[in-house]
């Protein structure tokens, strides 16, 4: 047995001892323990000792006990084994048995009315059973003793559950692993042909100790090295060699040495980091238990903050190339542990892969995650709720390929269109007397087909409103959409009757043969196969929840390990991570109650009081792999965490380890290592300011601007003729970005999609209050002055078409919008008399150097008077819209009069325009500049931004400022401004604070 505190002599005594081994070429050397990482680690050790790694084969402890078991197994040993579903089962049916449940009432009343609660306790004893296994074997052996008597109520009941459990699976001629290891042992005990046998086909085992390896696992071990060779490199800490308290104490409780009967080789550990440095002063520091010397702060041991994952990962970047820039570090010589790796994989495939700034690496650990498999189909289906009918889950069951393929429905936008238009929210079919009808799958199925078939817009049978939007090929699509939904509906109502094991199998083997064609899913075959382990001859009825809990890891995500490849910087999880020797350490992550993970104990767990099991805990673990991430490294340590709370700014603290270990280091120093703390975006002032603070962005401002400008933005050729709307023309005034990226470049920032709502609305929200006001001024409708009749008719419609809460909500909430904007209807119908204005069309010509423009629109116009509103909290749009409009429809002499109803400080503002006074506010000569910089704009960027919310003019300074706030930023903005050329090219940022002045001076008159 060779023991050392860090793992590369380890490794090097394992070289020495393969190049003399006299293994043949046919047998394998069998290394047990090392995981993905560390197998590659120790491969390219081998190979720099030994010129070779032939002829090795790595593998985990489970599989040698499987080899060993069947090298020692009798000839006549027949039975087959028991995968975890099976034994979970057989545990479950155990805690169903009369006998048990009489003999112990106060543990069968927790779940005897919920087999949900049964199933669960039945994973978690399946769980603990297989930890008795592991820390106390011989446990099981007592409870099979007649005399034995257990020491306490509850281990009582589980030895009575274990009896009960064992006796199922014998019967059914299965075993599990308790089989196994008494197997072994046994066979050790009465077989010497077998020892033999097993010495010739396992001469020899190498196995890394590592810190969770226990003690009964060493004693199989020590048991049959007199028939096989049995190395032990035993990466641990001799606690016999620290002071009480100490780090290295406090931080390695998980790896104390297991005591064995073989000589113990202690391998001479020293510091691997290179003298004169904070990191090799802090590792002596350790292993001497000294005070650091004198911390000098030379960049070797570095502490980050950030606000997110995302900018951890920039933050090493940042760190990384300077570390290029004044050093040698290869980047195999970089290892960077992420503590939850899963939420740093797409940072570290952005940032790595920066064209300027490409550096090689490798994701241990990465997963890919089929969600699109024909299992995970099958799961979302069992899973998706009847009761409720969500719209947009429904939606996602089809976007399943499996799904598609089968029903051959193609077009998921148009049925996410469909839906919305029909107001299907809630349930397949619903109570007609409180208005639920309205919003049901089955209404708004009909609404639809009756609609498309019969060509009608309006009321059919005196209640359904019909819907016509499906013609031609797309009733294809309805017709297929309808009979999916309602076979889902009649398949899901069977989950409501309680059946058994043997019924349930069925309606799940005939669910997929519905659902998928089956002859080409291999997925789904596997599974109706290992349906056949389930415990069928049970008469016990179970609920559809229950099953689902059953199925639960047959049904888990399909996923894979990316084979990564090999070369460059080494990413890897931090948890139960293997650390391996590296140049540059970094450790992303050390976040408060994130680090060391917090493992809470079971109340019945029996060996919750025994001192191994409690010092091999998880959070034990996670202390050792710190000490090991601090002692493993020869040049620089890199520590960050999340620092700060991104939307509160709340200064949050690092994991306990960082702590202590920041605490170790600064006492009684004169210089203190202090973290630095990185602001929430890149783009800050901060870094320009801060020595401290490195980014690599700094280094990209230093481009010519107008190199990047002319060759991203370059003028394009435009036709000689456009038709454009007024929505286009006053868009560009308010966001030219968002314009020169739409029409000029043909790019969309596509916004996050909103999902298909799942219940009406109870009361109105300001977009819904909105929605209303406008249907009431396009319908010309002043509530208090029509009929009863037509009251209804309106709310009936407005039901329908989801804009109002069901039931007498819905009169409640049109009061309400009424009450709220009672001065805006009572001055608007004032103007405009009972009838409700003609929406008149409108057409302006203007030619600009050869280009002729067309800027059409609708108007609504009675009297020759134009009167339109703009009652809401952004009025820019509105107010230019009025504004152009009036321009065009004043000088085509289509009206006499444009009147604007706005709000301003919150009361109710009218304005009254007429073609006399028109130069007064919007002179010819603004308007021809206006359209000529709209021409540019066509063919050229031209900066255009008025951050809707400011009232109140502000110099170039406040301007520039305000625009870091991010409610003001559209993305468009956002995307262009803070590139590099943008905010440090004068000539750019002049231009747009000269056009914010002329739109905030031409707003601001009205």
């Not at 990413?571 to 590296?582: D, E, H």
Request: hydrophobic fraction near 35%; include cysteine.
């Amino acid at each position: 047995m060779f023991q050392s505190t860090l793992i590369q002599p380890l490794i090097k005594q394992l070289a020495l001892i393969l190049k003399h081994s006299k293994n043949s070429v046919f047998q394998p050397e069998y290394i047990v323990g090392a995981n993905a990482s560390t197998k590659s680690y120790i491969k390219e050790q081998l190979t720099t000792y030994n010129g070779v790694t032939a002829n090795l084969k790595f593998t985990s402890w489970n599989n040698v006990l499987q080899i060993i078991f069947r090298l020692l197994k009798p000839s006549n040993f027949v039975f087959e084994y028991a995968n975890t579903t099976t034994t979970t089962q057989y545990l479950y049916n155990a805690l169903s048995e009369t006998n048990f449940i009489a003999q112990f009432p106060e543990i069968s009343n927790y779940y005897s009315k919920d087999k949900r609660k049964q199933y669960g306790l039945a994973k978690k004893i399946n769980h603990l059973f297989e930890e008795y296994l592991r820390y106390q074997p011989q446990l099981f052996k007592q409870w099979q003793t007649t005399t034995y008597s257990p020491k306490s109520p509850t281990e009582q009941w589980q030895q009575a559950l274990w009896k009960t459990y064992r006796e199922m699976l014998q019967q059914a001629n299965l075993y599990d692993s308790y089989t196994v290891l008494e197997t072994i042992y046994n066979e050790m005990s009465i077989n010497s042909d077998r020892l033999i046998y097993l010495g010739e086909k396992l001469p020899c085992i190498h196995f890394l100790h590592t810190a969770q390896t226990t003690t009964s696992e060493m004693q199989l071990l020590q048991a049959i090295r007199p028939y096989c060779t049995v190395y032990l490199y035993s990466h641990s800490v001799n606690h016999n060699s620290y002071n009480k308290g100490s780090l290295m104490q406090l931080w390695s409780n998980a790896a104390q040495s297991v005591q064995t009967d073989s000589t113990l080789q202690q391998i001479e550990h020293t510091a691997s980091a290179h003298k004169s440095t904070d990191l090799y002063n802090l590792q002596q520091s350790l292993y001497k238990q000294t005070e650091p010397i004198s911390y000098i702060g030379d960049h070797t041991i570095q502490i980050q903050g950030h606000y997110t994952p995302f900018r951890e990962i920039e933050g090493l970047l940042n760190s990384l190339i300077e570390k290029y820039h004044t050093t040698t570090v290869h980047a195999k010589d970089i290892v960077v542990y992420c503590n939850d790796l899963s939420n740093y994989i797409p940072a570290i495939h952005y940032f790595f892969n920066q064209p300027k700034y490409a550096i090689p690496y490798c994701i241990f650990g990465e997963y890919n995650y089929h969600t699109d498999t024909p299992l995970q189909a099958l799961s979302a289906l069992l899973a998706y709720r009847v009761e409720i009918m969500d719209p947009e889950e429904l939606l996602i069951l089809l976007q399943y390929p499996c799904l598609n393929k089968k029903f051959r429905i193609t077009d998921i936008e148009l049925l996410r269109k469909w839906i919305k238009q029909a107001n299907i929210r809630f349930q397949y079919e619903a109570d007609q007397t409180q208005d639920l009808h309205y919003i049901s799958w089955k209404n708004g199925l009909d609404r639809i087909l009756l609609g498309s078939c019969i060509g009608q817009q309006e009321e059919y049978n005196n209640d359904l409103l019909l819907l016509d939007v499906a013609e031609g090929a797309t009733m294809d699509q309805l017709i297929t959409f309808r009979y999916f939904v309602e076979q889902l509906y009649n398949y899901k109502q069977e989950t409501h009757t309680d059946k058994t094991i043997a019924q349930w199998i069925l309606y799940t083997q005939e669910l997929i043969e519905f659902f998928f064609i089956v002859e080409k899913e291999d997925e789904l075959r596997e599974f109706c196969k290992q349906l056949s382990d389930f415990y069928t001859n049970s008469p016990e009825v179970h609920d559809f929840e229950t099953w689902q809990m059953m199925l639960q890891p047959l049904l888990q995500n399909s996923q894979e390990s990316i084979p990564p490849t090999l070369g460059g910087i080494t990413f890897m999880g931090l948890k139960q991570a293997q650390v391996i020797p590296s140049t540059f350490t970094a450790v992303l992550g050390m976040s408060y109650n994130t680090f060391p993970t917090t493992q809470q104990g079971i109340s019945f767990d029996l060996l919750k009081d025994i001192e191994e099991y409690k010092v091999k805990s998880r959070k034990e673990y996670d202390k050792f792999t710190f000490l090991n991430l601090i002692l493993q490294t020869t040049d620089t340590l890199y520590i960050s965490y999340l620092s700060h709370h991104p939307k509160t700014n709340d200064e949050l603290p690092p994991s306990i380890l960082v702590e202590q270990l920041i605490a170790f280091i600064n006492q009684k120093t004169p210089q203190q290592l202090t973290v630095v703390h990185h602001p929430l975006q890149r783009y800050s002032t901060l870094y320009n300011r801060q020595i401290d603070l490195i980014s690599y962005t700094q280094n990209l401002t230093t481009i010519a601007s107008e190199e990047i400008i002319t060759s991203s933005l370059v003028p394009i050729d435009t036709p000689k003729e456009f038709i454009i709307s007024m929505t286009r023309l006053t868009g560009f005034y308010i966001d030219s970005f968002k314009q020169f990226y739409n029409y000029t470049l043909g790019i969309y920032i596509e916004e996050e999609q909103d999902t298909l709502p799942t219940a009406e609305p109870f009361e109105l929200a300001p977009v819904e209050l909105w929605q209303i006001r406008n249907y009431f001024f396009q319908h010309h409708i002043h509530w208090y002055t029509i009929s009863e009749k037509d009251k209804k008719h309106h709310l009936k419609l407005l039901k329908a078409q989801g804009l109002l809460p069901l039931n007498h909500l819905g009169e409640v909430s049109i009061d309400q919008a009424f009450s709220k904007y009672m001065p805006l209807y009572n001055t608007f119908f004032s103007l405009t008399g009972e009838n409700a204005p003609i929406q008149t069309p409108y057409q302006y010509n203007y030619t600009v150097e050869d280009t002729i423009y067309y800027i059409e629109g609708m108007a609504p116009i009675k009297n020759k008077q134009y009167c339109i509103t703009a009652y809401s909290t952004n009025t820019n749009r509105i107010i230019l819209d009025w504004l152009f409009t009036s321009y065009i429809l004043l000088k085509s002499h289509l009206c006499d009069t444009c009147i604007l109803l706005f709000n301003k400080n919150k009361e109710l503002k009218q304005k009254e325009l007429t073609l006399e006074q028109l130069d007064n506010y919007f002179s010819q000569s603004e308007w021809d500049n206006l359209l000529h910089t709209f021409h540019k704009g066509i063919k050229e960027f031209t900066p255009f931004y008025l951050p809707y919310e400011i009232n109140e003019y502000l110099t170039v300074d406040d301007y520039i400022e305000s625009l870091t706030v991010e409610a003001y930023l559209s993305p468009y903005v956002a995307k262009e401004l803070y590139k590099p050329y943008f905010l440090n090219n004068k000539e750019l940022t002049t231009a747009m604070f000269e056009n914010y002045k002329i739109m905030f001076n031409l707003i601001n008159r009205i």
